[in-house]
């Protein structure tokens, strides 16, 4: 996959895709929708298959101090488009410039002159440009005026509602993350690089692999059972685990974080880049009496998070 950040110098070969538009925060199954129709249409026009994504997110842009709200990393989402098949990822710089332009100035100037696209595929609450000026039918309306295609994606729904990236948000507060992985058709992931902790988990006999959570929406802290991915280094591999997210109230109060025991592994794997998979929440964080409560306590989450791994591969 070839990554784009500025519409204004293009390569030719680079030019021309069929591209779903959209922030694609999750890349949850309505994404996914948008995607796979623009898959279509790329296939049939014989052109590449694209996203146009915006980085900083917009909402990030405009309001740098709202809570962190974000499922995903930039480099998370490429991760999940990259499998997904796509072949140019157009992630461009959202700044002054590009939130200056009217509706039919982004249509001109980035579609048309800068991307060359061939066809674009919206949902249907799409909206660009200065202000969110323009809405999903102005954008087929300047498609026809400039010759290009576009396509409207109805909003996808389930049977508890609509799928969205803020009903994400809010199952994963709720600590129901097989709630959002069925609204992401995949387990939510925190991925990112292994830095150096504390190293209470080692003198505990739980050693960790360590990740900031900064930037992104928090889940409900506690202890989950997770799924390790090493993605980088002589590692590299699938394991099973728990895994404490929060501000370990037990040694004090403390930067938000992702601790993730990785079962039956032993390796350095600090600095190396790793995906963590929410499966299953076990139980909020809490005050123990003393260590050696503590210690059983996660002897006991351990036991659960394994059975519970043991059934899921069961289950195929």
Not at 27 to 43: C, E, F, P, S
């Amino acid at each position: 996959m070839r990554i784009v950040r500025d519409y204004q110098f293009v390569d030719k070969a680079d030019r021309g895709a069929s591209a779903a538009i959209g922030n694609f925060d999750g890349v949850h199954l309505g994404h996914q929708y948008v995607i796979d129709i623009a898959r279509a249409q790329a296939k049939a026009s014989q052109t590449p298959l694209g996203v146009m994504t915006f980085e900083p997110h917009p909402r990030q842009y405009f309001a740098p101090k709202s809570p962190p709200f974000r499922l995903m990393s930039a480099d998370a989402r490429a991760h999940r488009l990259e499998k997904l098949g796509v072949e140019r990822l157009y992630e461009l710089s959202f700044n002054d410039t590009l939130s200056a332009l009217p509706p039919e100035a982004f249509a001109r100037r980035v579609i048309v002159d800068g991307l060359g696209l061939n066809h674009v595929v919206i949902g249907a609450d799409f909206h660009f440009g200065k202000g969110r000026a323009g809405k999903a039918d102005d954008m087929a309306a300047l498609g026809r005026q400039m010759g290009f295609g576009v396509t409207i994606a109805p909003l996808m729904s389930d049977e508890v509602g609509e799928v969205s990236s803020t009903a994400i948000r809010d199952a994963l507060s709720e600590g129901r993350p097989r709630d959002a992985a069925r609204m992401l058709g995949h387990w939510h992931r925190i991925e990112g690089e292994v830095i150096r902790g504390d190293q209470r988990g080692r003198d505990l006999g739980y050693p960790t692999a360590n990740m900031s959570i900064e930037g992104l929406h928090p889940p409900k802290f506690g202890v989950y059972v997770v799924e390790v991915d090493i993605l980088t280094g002589p590692h590299k591999g699938s394991y099973g685990g728990a895994a404490s997210m929060g501000t370990r109230p037990m040694f004090g109060e403390n930067r938000p974080n992702l601790e993730s025991f990785i079962f039956d592994f032993k390796g350095d794997i600090y600095g190396e880049q790793i995906s963590v998979a929410l499966i299953e929440y076990l139980r909020p964080e809490q005050v123990f009496d003393g260590v050696d409560a503590l210690i059983a306590q996660m002897d006991d989450d351990c036991t659960r998070a394994r059975e519970i791994l043991a059934r899921l591969e069961a289950a195929g």
